[in-house]
Protein backbone atom coordinates (compact mmCIF):
# COMPACT_ATOMS: atom_id res chain seq x y z
CA UNK A 1 0.00 0.00 0.00
CA UNK A 2 1.10 3.64 -0.92
CA UNK A 3 2.10 5.82 1.90
CA UNK A 4 -0.97 8.29 2.66
CA UNK A 5 -1.11 11.33 0.92
CA UNK A 6 -2.23 14.40 3.25
CA UNK A 7 -3.53 17.64 1.93
CA UNK A 8 -4.20 20.33 4.37
CA UNK A 9 -6.81 22.66 3.92
CA UNK A 10 -6.80 26.34 5.39
CA UNK A 11 -6.51 29.74 5.46
CA UNK A 12 -3.02 30.78 4.82
CA UNK A 13 -0.86 33.72 5.11
CA UNK A 14 2.43 34.26 6.01
CA UNK A 15 2.03 35.81 9.26
CA UNK A 16 -0.52 32.72 10.79
CA UNK A 17 1.06 30.64 13.52
CA UNK A 18 -0.18 27.51 11.85
CA UNK A 19 1.49 28.43 8.45
CA UNK A 20 4.78 27.69 9.76
CA UNK A 21 3.41 24.46 11.63
CA UNK A 22 2.02 23.14 8.21
CA UNK A 23 5.86 24.08 6.97
CA UNK A 24 6.70 21.63 9.71
CA UNK A 25 4.31 18.71 8.83
CA UNK A 26 5.98 18.97 5.10
CA UNK A 27 9.48 18.40 6.17
CA UNK A 28 8.50 15.67 8.66
CA UNK A 29 6.51 14.03 6.33
CA UNK A 30 9.13 11.76 5.00
CA UNK A 31 10.19 10.84 8.44
CA UNK A 32 6.71 9.68 9.23
CA UNK A 33 6.20 7.70 6.16
CA UNK A 34 3.64 9.95 4.19
CA UNK A 35 3.18 13.60 2.17
CA UNK A 36 1.81 16.35 3.28
CA UNK A 37 1.16 19.18 0.81
CA UNK A 38 -1.50 22.63 1.03
CA UNK A 39 -4.43 21.70 -0.61
CA UNK A 40 -5.06 24.49 -3.13
CA UNK A 41 -8.41 24.22 -4.45
CA UNK A 42 -9.82 24.33 -0.71
CA UNK A 43 -7.59 27.16 0.41
CA UNK A 44 -6.77 30.49 0.30
CA UNK A 45 -3.22 31.38 0.55
CA UNK A 46 -1.22 34.22 -0.10
CA UNK A 47 1.68 34.52 -2.17
CA UNK A 48 4.61 34.71 0.46
CA UNK A 49 3.06 31.24 1.46
CA UNK A 50 3.28 29.93 -1.94
CA UNK A 51 6.28 30.23 -2.11
CA UNK A 52 7.73 28.12 1.19
CA UNK A 53 5.10 25.62 0.50
CA UNK A 54 3.79 22.96 -1.50
CA UNK A 55 0.35 23.71 -2.94
CA UNK A 56 -1.12 21.23 -4.92
CA UNK A 57 -4.30 22.03 -7.55
CA UNK A 58 -5.50 18.05 -8.21
CA UNK A 59 -7.72 16.67 -5.18
CA UNK A 60 -7.20 13.86 -6.54
CA UNK A 61 -3.19 13.46 -4.94
CA UNK A 62 -4.67 12.74 -1.65
CA UNK A 63 -6.09 10.21 -0.15
CA UNK A 64 -6.93 12.32 3.33
CA UNK A 65 -7.90 16.06 3.87
CA UNK A 66 -7.07 17.81 6.88
CA UNK A 67 -9.12 21.24 7.29
CA UNK A 68 -7.55 23.51 9.85
CA UNK A 69 -9.76 26.52 11.73
CA UNK A 70 -8.90 29.33 13.37
CA UNK A 71 -10.55 32.45 13.70
CA UNK A 72 -12.43 32.44 10.32
CA UNK A 73 -15.13 29.87 8.54
CA UNK A 74 -13.14 30.59 4.97
CA UNK A 75 -14.76 27.96 2.67
CA UNK A 76 -17.11 28.86 0.49
CA UNK A 77 -20.30 26.87 -0.50
CA UNK A 78 -18.82 25.26 -3.91
CA UNK A 79 -15.54 24.32 -1.76
CA UNK A 80 -17.90 22.84 0.83
CA UNK A 81 -19.36 20.25 -1.90
CA UNK A 82 -15.44 19.48 -3.17
CA UNK A 83 -15.01 18.55 0.26
CA UNK A 84 -17.29 15.29 -0.63
CA UNK A 85 -14.41 14.14 -3.08
CA UNK A 86 -12.44 12.53 -0.25
CA UNK A 87 -14.43 9.81 1.76
CA UNK A 88 -15.65 10.93 5.07
CA UNK A 89 -13.53 8.58 7.20
CA UNK A 90 -10.83 10.19 5.69
CA UNK A 91 -11.29 13.72 7.12
CA UNK A 92 -10.46 15.33 9.90
CA UNK A 93 -10.85 18.50 11.67
CA UNK A 94 -8.16 20.25 13.46
CA UNK A 95 -9.96 22.77 15.78
CA UNK A 96 -6.99 25.51 17.16
CA UNK A 97 -9.60 27.84 18.36
CA UNK A 98 -11.57 25.36 20.34
CA UNK A 99 -14.60 26.05 18.54
CA UNK A 100 -16.20 22.83 19.13
CA UNK A 101 -18.02 22.91 22.08
CA UNK A 102 -17.73 26.37 23.19
CA UNK A 103 -20.64 28.24 24.76
CA UNK A 104 -20.13 30.88 22.27
CA UNK A 105 -18.31 31.42 19.42
CA UNK A 106 -14.72 32.06 20.76
CA UNK A 107 -12.80 35.37 21.40
CA UNK A 108 -12.34 36.17 17.95
CA UNK A 109 -16.21 35.89 17.42
CA UNK A 110 -16.74 37.69 20.31
CA UNK A 111 -14.79 40.74 19.16
CA UNK A 112 -16.50 40.57 15.42
CA UNK A 113 -20.18 39.04 15.98
CA UNK A 114 -19.73 36.82 12.62
CA UNK A 115 -20.09 33.51 13.90
CA UNK A 116 -22.08 31.75 16.55
CA UNK A 117 -21.38 28.63 18.34
CA UNK A 118 -24.24 26.84 16.67
CA UNK A 119 -22.62 27.83 13.16
CA UNK A 120 -19.30 26.28 14.22
CA UNK A 121 -20.86 23.01 15.43
CA UNK A 122 -23.21 22.84 12.29
CA UNK A 123 -20.00 23.61 9.56
CA UNK A 124 -17.90 21.21 11.67
CA UNK A 125 -20.83 18.52 11.53
CA UNK A 126 -20.79 18.67 7.74
CA UNK A 127 -17.58 18.23 7.36
CA UNK A 128 -16.36 15.58 9.63
CA UNK A 129 -17.00 13.23 12.15
CA UNK A 130 -13.38 13.65 13.66
CA UNK A 131 -12.88 16.63 15.56
CA UNK A 132 -9.36 17.42 16.70
CA UNK A 133 -8.27 19.93 19.28
CA UNK A 134 -5.13 20.36 21.06
CA UNK A 135 -6.35 20.92 24.23
CA UNK A 136 -5.17 20.24 27.51
CA UNK A 137 -8.19 20.93 29.84
CA UNK A 138 -11.52 18.69 29.52
CA UNK A 139 -12.28 17.71 25.94
CA UNK A 140 -16.16 18.20 24.91
CA UNK A 141 -18.00 15.86 23.85
CA UNK A 142 -16.92 14.78 20.40
CA UNK A 143 -13.66 16.36 19.96
CA UNK A 144 -10.79 14.18 20.57
CA UNK A 145 -7.53 15.08 21.87
CA UNK A 146 -4.25 16.04 18.58
CA UNK A 147 -1.64 18.00 19.79
CA UNK A 148 -1.14 19.41 16.30
CA UNK A 149 2.20 21.44 17.47
CA UNK A 150 5.46 19.96 17.89
CA UNK A 151 9.46 21.30 18.41
CA UNK A 152 10.73 22.29 15.33
CA UNK A 153 14.62 21.40 14.40
CA UNK A 154 17.01 22.77 14.66
CA UNK A 155 16.50 23.16 18.47
CA UNK A 156 18.92 25.74 19.86
CA UNK A 157 20.27 24.91 23.58
CA UNK A 158 20.60 28.36 25.37
CA UNK A 159 24.05 27.58 26.22
CA UNK A 160 25.39 27.15 22.39
CA UNK A 161 23.85 30.90 21.40
CA UNK A 162 25.77 32.21 24.49
CA UNK A 163 25.13 35.52 26.35
CA UNK A 164 27.43 38.13 23.74
CA UNK A 165 25.72 40.66 22.62
CA UNK A 166 26.18 40.22 19.11
CA UNK A 167 24.46 36.97 19.31
CA UNK A 168 21.72 38.43 22.13
CA UNK A 169 21.31 42.13 21.32
CA UNK A 170 17.93 41.50 23.74
CA UNK A 171 17.43 40.61 27.07
CA UNK A 172 13.59 40.26 27.06
CA UNK A 173 11.24 40.44 23.76
CA UNK A 174 8.05 39.07 22.51
CA UNK A 175 7.36 38.03 18.86
CA UNK A 176 3.87 37.86 17.90
CA UNK A 177 0.86 39.95 17.61
CA UNK A 178 -1.21 41.86 19.84
CA UNK A 179 -4.45 39.98 19.97
CA UNK A 180 -5.94 40.01 23.83
CA UNK A 181 -2.21 40.51 25.00
CA UNK A 182 -1.79 44.11 25.61
CA UNK A 183 -2.14 43.06 29.49
CA UNK A 184 0.32 40.59 29.84
CA UNK A 185 2.34 42.66 27.57
CA UNK A 186 2.66 45.89 29.96
CA UNK A 187 3.23 43.82 32.55
CA UNK A 188 6.15 42.38 31.61
CA UNK A 189 7.49 45.54 30.64
CA UNK A 190 6.89 46.72 33.91
CA UNK A 191 8.52 43.48 35.05
CA UNK A 192 11.80 43.87 33.25
CA UNK A 193 11.91 47.98 34.70
CA UNK A 194 11.46 46.70 38.28
CA UNK A 195 14.17 43.90 37.62
CA UNK A 196 18.06 43.66 39.46
CA UNK A 197 19.39 44.88 37.28
CA UNK A 198 16.57 46.15 34.44
CA UNK A 199 16.19 44.22 31.90
CA UNK A 200 16.51 47.57 29.21
CA UNK A 201 16.65 45.82 25.97
CA UNK A 202 13.78 45.30 25.05
CA UNK A 203 11.86 44.32 21.39
CA UNK A 204 8.29 43.71 20.06
CA UNK A 205 7.60 42.38 16.80
CA UNK A 206 4.32 42.06 14.90
CA UNK A 207 1.41 43.92 14.40
CA UNK A 208 -1.31 46.25 16.35
CA UNK A 209 1.32 47.06 19.36
CA UNK A 210 1.31 50.79 18.56
CA UNK A 211 -1.85 52.26 18.53
CA UNK A 212 -3.25 51.06 15.26
CA UNK A 213 -5.62 48.07 15.28
CA UNK A 214 -7.63 45.56 13.52
CA UNK A 215 -10.95 46.14 11.83
CA UNK A 216 -13.72 44.55 13.04
CA UNK A 217 -11.52 43.55 16.31
CA UNK A 218 -10.63 46.90 17.90
CA UNK A 219 -11.26 45.33 21.66
CA UNK A 220 -8.32 41.80 21.10
CA UNK A 221 -5.76 44.62 19.25
CA UNK A 222 -6.23 47.42 22.37
CA UNK A 223 -2.94 49.13 22.63
CA UNK A 224 -2.10 52.52 23.97
CA UNK A 225 0.11 54.61 21.09
CA UNK A 226 3.64 55.28 21.88
CA UNK A 227 3.34 53.24 25.84
CA UNK A 228 6.08 50.25 24.53
CA UNK A 229 8.44 53.10 22.74
CA UNK A 230 8.34 55.58 25.84
CA UNK A 231 9.29 52.83 28.49
CA UNK A 232 12.43 51.95 25.65
CA UNK A 233 10.91 49.29 23.77
CA UNK A 234 11.59 48.86 20.20
CA UNK A 235 8.55 47.97 17.81
CA UNK A 236 9.10 45.92 14.88
CA UNK A 237 6.63 44.67 12.55
CA UNK A 238 6.28 40.99 12.00
CA UNK A 239 9.13 38.70 11.19
CA UNK A 240 9.39 37.14 7.80
CA UNK A 241 8.12 33.60 7.29
CA UNK A 242 10.37 30.95 8.60
CA UNK A 243 12.36 33.00 10.93
CA UNK A 244 10.26 33.53 13.94
CA UNK A 245 12.19 30.76 15.65
CA UNK A 246 15.65 32.43 14.64
CA UNK A 247 14.69 35.86 15.34
CA UNK A 248 13.35 34.82 18.83
CA UNK A 249 16.80 33.31 19.70
CA UNK A 250 18.17 37.01 19.96
CA UNK A 251 17.16 37.59 23.21
CA UNK A 252 17.67 36.01 26.59
CA UNK A 253 14.61 35.70 27.84
CA UNK A 254 11.12 35.38 25.69
CA UNK A 255 7.88 35.44 27.48
CA UNK A 256 5.11 32.85 26.31
CA UNK A 257 2.09 35.31 26.78
CA UNK A 258 -1.65 33.47 26.27
CA UNK A 259 -4.60 35.14 25.47
CA UNK A 260 -8.05 34.78 27.79
CA UNK A 261 -9.17 31.76 25.44
CA UNK A 262 -6.23 29.72 25.92
CA UNK A 263 -6.26 30.03 29.54
CA UNK A 264 -9.47 28.95 29.98
CA UNK A 265 -9.25 26.14 28.05
CA UNK A 266 -5.73 24.67 28.27
CA UNK A 267 -5.02 25.28 24.47
CA UNK A 268 -1.72 24.60 23.03
CA UNK A 269 -0.74 27.30 20.58
CA UNK A 270 2.58 26.80 18.02
CA UNK A 271 4.38 30.02 20.24
CA UNK A 272 5.02 27.66 23.52
CA UNK A 273 7.20 25.21 21.45
CA UNK A 274 9.15 27.81 19.22
CA UNK A 275 10.20 29.95 22.17
CA UNK A 276 11.51 26.61 23.46
CA UNK A 277 13.27 25.80 20.49
CA UNK A 278 14.21 28.87 19.95
CA UNK A 279 17.16 28.60 22.54
CA UNK A 280 15.78 31.79 24.62
CA UNK A 281 14.69 31.13 28.29
CA UNK A 282 11.21 30.67 27.87
CA UNK A 283 8.71 32.55 30.86
CA UNK A 284 5.29 31.61 31.91
CA UNK A 285 3.23 33.61 33.33
CA UNK A 286 0.23 32.48 35.78
CA UNK A 287 -1.94 32.53 32.79
CA UNK A 288 0.07 29.58 31.37
CA UNK A 289 0.45 27.43 34.18
CA UNK A 290 -1.27 24.77 32.32
CA UNK A 291 1.69 24.24 30.57
CA UNK A 292 3.43 22.90 33.00
CA UNK A 293 2.34 19.07 32.37
CA UNK A 294 4.00 19.53 28.68
CA UNK A 295 7.34 21.38 30.09
CA UNK A 296 7.48 18.58 33.17
CA UNK A 297 9.19 19.29 36.45
CA UNK A 298 11.39 22.00 35.25
CA UNK A 299 8.49 24.35 34.33
CA UNK A 300 8.33 25.87 37.72
CA UNK A 301 11.32 27.27 37.78
CA UNK A 302 10.54 29.17 34.48
CA UNK A 303 7.06 30.52 36.13
CA UNK A 304 6.78 34.46 36.77
CA UNK A 305 4.49 33.66 39.92
CA UNK A 306 4.05 36.42 42.24
CA UNK A 307 7.40 38.14 41.86
CA UNK A 308 7.50 38.57 37.66
CA UNK A 309 10.49 41.01 38.31
CA UNK A 310 12.43 38.86 41.09
CA UNK A 311 11.86 35.59 38.55
CA UNK A 312 13.19 37.99 35.63
CA UNK A 313 16.14 38.93 37.52
CA UNK A 314 17.48 35.49 38.84
CA UNK A 315 17.03 34.20 35.15
CA UNK A 316 18.97 36.90 33.17
CA UNK A 317 21.70 36.66 36.46
CA UNK A 318 21.85 32.71 36.35
CA UNK A 319 21.54 32.17 32.65
CA UNK A 320 23.74 29.04 32.57
CA UNK A 321 21.94 27.73 35.04
CA UNK A 322 18.69 27.99 33.68
CA UNK A 323 19.95 27.48 30.09
CA UNK A 324 21.37 23.75 31.35
CA UNK A 325 17.24 23.36 33.07
CA UNK A 326 15.49 24.24 29.33
CA UNK A 327 17.82 22.01 27.59
CA UNK A 328 16.67 19.36 29.43
CA UNK A 329 13.39 19.96 28.71
CA UNK A 330 14.29 20.35 24.82
CA UNK A 331 15.53 16.97 25.42
CA UNK A 332 12.76 15.25 26.61
CA UNK A 333 10.12 17.09 24.37
CA UNK A 334 12.02 16.26 20.80
CA UNK A 335 10.72 12.70 21.30
CA UNK A 336 7.41 13.54 22.43
CA UNK A 337 6.65 16.79 20.55
CA UNK A 338 8.99 16.26 17.60
CA UNK A 339 7.41 16.94 14.35
CA UNK A 340 7.54 13.40 13.30
CA UNK A 341 5.28 11.92 16.42
CA UNK A 342 2.98 14.99 15.86
CA UNK A 343 2.24 13.66 12.23
CA UNK A 344 2.08 9.85 13.46
CA UNK A 345 -0.69 10.79 16.08
CA UNK A 346 -2.50 12.16 13.27
CA UNK A 347 -2.37 9.27 10.96
CA UNK A 348 -3.64 7.00 14.21
CA UNK A 349 -6.50 9.04 14.59
CA UNK A 350 -7.02 9.21 10.60
CA UNK A 351 -6.74 5.55 10.66
Same mark, same amino acid.
Given at each position: ?50 RHLPVEPDLRWGTHLVIMFEAKQFLTEAQLD ?40 ? =? ?11 ? /??? #? &??? *?? @? ?121 ? =? ?11 ? /??? #? &??? *?? @? ?30 RYGRLVGEIQDRLRVEYGYPRVLRDLLDLLA
Amino acid at each position: MSRPRILVAGNFHWQAGFSQTVAAYVRAAREADCEVRLCGPLSRVDAETARHLPVEPDLRWGTHLVIMFEAKQFLTEAQLDLVEAFPRQRRAIVDFDGHWGAEEGGDGDSASGRYSAESWRR =LYSTLSDLILQPR /LGP #L &PAG *AR @FFKCFGLAAPVRHPLELGTGAQSRPYDLQYIGSNWWRWEPMTEMVEAAAAARPPLRRLRVCGRWWDGGSCAGFEEATLSEPGWLRARGVEVHPPVPFGHVVEQMGRSLISPVLVRPLVTSTGL =LTPRMFETLASGS /LPV #L &PVA *AK @FLAPVYGDEAEHLMLGDDPAGTLSRLSAEHERYGRLVGEIQDRLRVEYGYPRVLRDLLDLLA
